[in-house]
């Protein structure tokens, strides 16, 4: 079977275990510096806190806001992301307000997002970018002057202008969760930020131990393993990104010729994706009966995921995230994947679209 979303992993990614055993440090130390630092200039970031998960992550940016006090009770989400949005929102005590997207690059649908950021005073919105696909949105939401947090956690190194994303918004998190872009040995987060303020009250709050004064702190750090193993990820990066262009072209111009389906196959200058996800719309076909195809021929497809309006309802209406999730798959595109692989997916198009 050939896995929907698989980790590239090679027996020199482990060579850090050597310089553990001679160091003894498991704990936070060298490794997480080094990895903040290096995330840090990959996204533009002048600051970075490695942590021990993107939902952490995403916690701490919104309860440092939280604290603050100044920022009401409501956070704009997009209901085409993954659950650990609305977890992260509910766990640093906000409420969700709950925006449809745009099919063009699955961000919001921004003439919604202003009526809702409108109607109950919204000072925070989340930004993730779906799929590994940039939206010129934080641009609007920057205009307006929302409190900006952008989660790249399908989208690092992808670009809009030659600028990463992450550099465009007030805050940026990121997971390295085991199927993300890169990962930290199946778990793992990072908290960015170019204030130095913010960068210390996160370092603080991250580790509760030998501290001189009391308040509520958490156990969140990343450990030494973890971040010697994203250090080599990320020594991959360039190459992870090539890959994935490489096989969404050839994806594309092979699915470009079917009846019945469309891609998402856009790369220039001005939005560089990564192709995180290979989206096909089934604009003549029932989903469920293609990915039954898919896994007939050996290859594991799936939908898009439940958008969170499926799990926590507010007033608006969500038709395009709805329609995704009933008429999206999600094919195989990561760089593990050998040339046989590809060639055998690239069939399977043949046998299952017209």
Do not use: W
Request: glycine content about 6%.
């Amino acid at each position: 079977m050939i896995r929907h979303s698989k980790p590239f992993l090679t027996p020199k990614d482990f060579d850090f275990v050597k310089t553990l055993s001679s160091n003894r440090m498991l704990s936070s130390y060298e490794g997480v510096e080094k990895f903040e630092e290096k995330f840090s200039k990959l996204i533009n970031k002048k600051y970075s806190v490695a942590v021990n998960s993107g939902t952490n992550a995403l916690f701490l940016a919104l309860y440092y806001l939280k604290e603050k006090g100044t920022f009401g009770d409501f956070v704009l989400i997009p209901s085409l992301t993954c659950v650990a949005v609305l977890n992260a929102v509910l766990m640093a005590g906000f409420k969700p307000i709950i925006c449809d997207v745009d099919k063009k690059d699955f961000s919001y649908d921004f003439e919604r997002a202003k009526t809702l950021i409108s109607k109950y005073k919204i000072k925070i919105a989340v930004l993730p970018y779906m799929f590994g696909y940039p939206s010129d949105v934080v641009f609007k939401f920057k205009k307006m002057g929302v409190f900006l947090i952008e989660d790249i956690a399908q989208s690092l190194g992808a670009e809009i202008n030659s600028k990463p994303l992450g550099s465009f918004g007030d805050f940026a998190v990121c997971s390295f969760y085991a199927t993300k872009v890169i990962t930290t040995l199946g778990e793992g987060g990072m908290i960015s930020v170019n204030d130095k303020k913010s960068y210390r009250y996160f370092k603080d709050l991250v580790d509760y131990d030998k501290k001189k004064d009391f308040k509520l702190r958490f156990s969140f750090k990343m450990t030494e393993a973890q971040a010697f193993f994203g250090l080599k990820q990320l020594d991959y990066m360039e190459k992870f990104i090539e890959k994935r262009i490489n096989i969404a072209r050839i994806y594309s111009e092979k699915l470009s010729k079917k009846r019945g389906i469309s891609v998402f196959f856009e790369y220039d200058k001005k939005k560089s994706p990564i192709f995180y996800r290979y989206l096909i719309e089934l604009t003549g076909y029932d989903k469920n009966t293609i990915i039954k195809k898919f896994r007939d021929f050996g290859i594991e497809a799936s939908d898009i995921g439940k958008p969170v309006n499926f799990y926590y309802k507010n007033s608006d209406v969500f038709d395009v995230s709805d329609y995704m999730y009933h008429n999206f798959v999600s094919v195989p595109i990561y760089p593990s994947l050998t040339e046989a692989e590809i060639d055998r997916i690239l069939k399977s198009f043949d046998r299952i679209f017209v």
